[in-house]
């Protein structure tokens, strides 16, 4: 008689599907995957050492099952020495496809949430230097801390507003949103593109000016005007 537990049509147990919650409903948004825009913000790009007039948007992953939420504390990740805070808006689609024209784009999007991208910088930099992918510092477990999801129908689709993060209640990333480089509809437009959404993708959009290092027993608190806040511990 065999021991293993039944696992159904699956010949092992298949992993819990990733989801967010939803701000004031019981209902959670299933996660199916998280894209990242990288330096979208002209003042982040310039403090990373790059020239934001001279550069098309680009993309990297991070993983469903990377997220954070609720008000869990953020384990800091092994193999590294400069982890990084990147408060970010969060862009969630309720219906994806090919190509879609940035004018159609907004109708794709069910909500906005408040996460943070945390960086394993120093693992980063050193692909970077050796021109290999980012998701060895980038898609790490917990690297995707978010708060729940608002949605459109409730707030409508911020273009503008204050984009923040306080370490230890100290002001360390400021920025609006207006200064996007590339804009919630063109992104989406772009992606699809490069990939057929669906829904249940995420977007993560760029962080502001400001990032840095964090430590064991900070206390970090991020937001987006009209959007939400965040808050947990590193540990």
């Known amino acids: 008689m065999s021991n293993q537990p039944n696992t159904g049509p699956f010949v092992i147990e298949p992993p819990a599907q990733a989801s967010l919650p939803v701000q004031g409903s019981a209902m959670r948004f299933p996660v199916h995957r998280i894209y990242c825009v990288g330096r979208n913000y002209a003042a982040h790009a310039v403090e990373m050492g790059y020239d934001p007039d001279k550069e098309p948007p680009f993309f990297f992953q991070k993983n469903p099952d990377n ?23 969060v862009v969630a689609l ?41 998701e060895v ?25 204050a984009i923040w993060l306080d370490v230890n209640g100290e002001r360390r990333q400021a920025g ?5 480089i590339w804009k919630t509809q063109e992104m989406i437009a772009i992606l699809s593109g490069l990939f057929e959404l669906r829904a249940g993708d995420l977007i993560m959009t760029g962080t502001p000016a400001g990032v840095g290092p964090v430590e064991r027993g900070d206390v970090l608190r991020g937001g987006v005007e009209g959007v939400g806040e965040i808050t947990f511990r590193v540990v």
């Open 176 to 180: 609006d949103l207006e200064q996007m």
């Open 137 to 161: 510092g980038k898609a790490f477990e917990h690297s995707a801390p978010s708060g729940p999801l608002v949605p459109a129908s409730e707030i409508g689709h911020p273009a503008r507003g």
């Open 67 to 89: 997220l954070l939420t609720g008000t869990e504390d953020f384990p800091y990740p092994p193999a590294t020495r400069d982890l990084h805070h990147e408060v970010e808006l």
């Open 94 to 134: 309720s219906k994806g496809g090919r190509d879609i024209a940035a004018e159609a784009a907004l109708d794709c999007v069910y909500g906005y949430a408040v996460a943070l991208d945390m960086t394993r910088r120093d693992l980063q930099g050193e692909a970077k230097k050796l021109g290999r992918p980012w």
